[in-house]
Nanobody, 123 residues
Framework: QVPLVESGGGSVPSGGSLRLSCAHP????????VAWFRQAPGKEREGVAA???????DYAPSVKGRFTISQDAAKKMVYLEMNSLLPEDTAMYYC?????????????????WGQGTQVTVSS
């Protein structure tokens, strides 16, 4: 399988911004979704945002209005623009692809994952 590759993580102060990138193999089927998940120490992995081949997007309530997911389908890239970052956004961020049949944030329905990129927000 072609791996997913994330980049763009780093350390920023509260209120700062970061842009994450995910290189993926392309939309192998029309129903494929590319999503960002995150996992903080001691917490479960949670869905952050997702985008479909047609550009439909979904967001977790905690990031709506602050984060924006976008894509360049020709380059097989998905981006996560993160603004107004908060210390609680600190986590390892993962890119994933799958064909969720129910909720977009159901992690068990994603079959391919990247290695993750660390985002640290200091107060």
């Amino acid at each position: 399988q072609v791996p997913l590759v994330e980049s763009g993580g780093g350390s920023v102060p509260s209120g700062g911004s970061l842009r994450l990138s995910c290189a993926h193999p392309g939309y192998e089927v029309g129903s494929m979704i590319v999503a960002w998940f995150r996992q903080a120490p001691g917490k479960e992995r949670e869905g952050v945002a997702a985008i479909s081949r047609l550009g439909n997007t979904d967001y977790a309530p905690s990031v709506k209005g602050r984060f924006t997911i976008s894509q360049d389908a020709a380059k097989k890239m998905v981006y996560l623009e993160m603004n107004s970052l908060l210390p609680e956004d600190t986590a390892m961020y993962y890119c994933a692809t799958g064909r969720p049949s129910s909720t977009w944030s159901e992690r068990s329905e994603y079959t391919r994952w990247g290695q993750g990129t660390q985002v640290t927000v200091s107060s």
